[in-house]
């Protein structure tokens, strides 16, 4: 299945389920997904079975100009954007490889919602001239949530960070993995932003405030293959309390398993994209073994 939606603006776009967007280029802002003014887009999963069963949802290989926003999602004031169960890779643009969401005027705002997303390999270093800048990047008046997501293995521009925000942007992770390598998560700038995080999984913590749980090696299960999710000994199992994800991960599993071999920290759900079933040998992982 591929998909493209096309650049518009005052474009409404809702339920894009179990749809492949890929391989879409645009020598301005945005390849993938242009939301122009009072759009709305939701993306995910039908929790039924599919056409790539754990992968019902992707977007990727989007590519915008070397140094325009948006290689995956543009999003423009007044917009809304949710986004579930999808995995996104391989996106690339100038700034936002993965989202640039900006309303600079007030206009209503721009409402950002990442939820049980695996998030990799976008952005590229910076070669064949793209300025692979902030895979995420807010800037105004925008409220970007980011829960349950595994965002890992993302190469940016050594210059820049995972999450850049400017101004009057609300930040919120909550039981999240954010791991890429030697990179910085966050860059803040202006006096009107905020930023709240909880219970998450990073590489550095210098960058990031809020209730971190540090750099562990977290033990997924194939990360060279691009398999995140936990294995039976990672240290995210077991870890967070509820924060409103999704009810299901995006292997139609239930959140918040307490698996009895783990000793709960915050809470009885995984950190991350996924949530682990390992220990119970009869559903672990979708049934595999």
Not at 25 to 47: D, E, H, P
Request: net charge negative; charged share 15%.
């Amino acid at each position: 299945l591929h998909t493209a939606y096309r650049r518009q603006r005052q474009m409404c776009i809702r339920d894009s389920t179990d749809a492949q967007l890929s391989f879409n280029t645009s020598s301005t802002n945005a390849a993938g997904i242009y939301l122009g003014t009072t759009s709305v887009l939701t993306m995910g999963t039908s929790n039924k079975n599919c056409w790539q069963p754990g992968k019902c949802s992707v977007l990727s290989h989007n590519t915008s100009g070397t140094s325009n926003s948006g290689g995956a999602i543009f999003a423009g004031s007044n917009s809304v954007v949710n986004v579930e169960n999808t995995t996104i890779h391989s996106n690339r643009s100038g700034f936002g490889s993965v989202i640039y969401a900006t309303d600079t005027l007030d206009d209503g705002g721009v409402s950002v919602t990442f939820n049980g997303n695996y998030i990799y390999d976008n952005a590229d270093n910076g070669n064949n001239s793209f300025l692979d800048r902030f895979p995420f990047r807010a800037f105004g008046f925008v409220d970007l949530n980011i829960i349950h997501n595994t965002i890992v293995d993302n190469d940016i521009n050594d210059s820049s960070t995972i999450i850049g925000i400017i101004n009057a942007v609300e930040l919120n992770i909550t039981n999240s993995i954010i791991n890429n390598q030697d990179e910085t998560i966050l860059s803040a700038v202006g006096s009107d932003f905020l930023v709240d995080t909880n219970c998450i999984f990073v590489n550095e913590g210098t960058s990031i405030t809020g209730i971190s749980l540090g750099n562990f090696n977290l033990d997924f299960v194939d990360s060279v293959n691009h398999d995140y999710r936990i294995s039976t000994d990672s240290v995210a199992i077991d870890t967070c309390p509820e924060a409103g994800g999704t009810l299901l991960d995006n292997e139609d599993q239930s959140r918040g398993w307490d698996d009895p071999y783990k000793s709960n920290v915050f809470g009885i759900y995984d950190a991350g994209a996924d949530e682990s079933y390992m220990s119970d040998f009869i559903f672990a992982n979708g049934f595999e073994l």
